[in-house]
């Protein structure tokens, strides 16, 4: 059974940082592409950075330079690291697979406001 199970996110001011976190089970987590994906209110969801399992990187115009994917290949977890946070970045987080896998977490709500 796929688990994904994201945490870290909060409430932070514009310039601040997070670190979100993803646990994953189910799957052959090592060899698999993982990303982050952020969906907010009354948009699409979308993906925002990429890790291969080789550990080339990809992110969206929107926040490179800003924020970095990093994997563990032992704890099985992917991290999203994001700087200088503005409030365009508000959402609710997930991570998946690439291709996507059939279930999604519950994801992590990442507010970034004064």
């Known amino acids: 059974q796929v688990q994904l199970v994201e945490s870290g996110g909060g409430l932070v001011q514009p310039g601040g940082s997070l670190r979100l976190s993803c646990a994953v089970s189910?799957?052959?987590?090592?060899?698999?592409?993982m990303g982050w994906y952020r969906q907010a209110p009354g948009n699409q969801r979308e993906l925002v950075a990429s890790v291969t399992s080789r550990f080339t990187t990809n992110y969206a115009d929107s926040v490179k330079g800003r924020f970095t994917i990093s994997r563990d290949n032992v704890k099985n977890t992917v991290y999203l690291q994001m700087n200088s946070l503005n409030p365009e970045d508000t959402a609710v987080y997930y991570c998946n697979r690439l291709p996507v896998l059939g279930s999604w977490g519950q994801g992590t709500q990442v507010t970034v406001s004064s």
């Open positions: 189910g799957i052959s987590f090592s060899r698999s592409t």
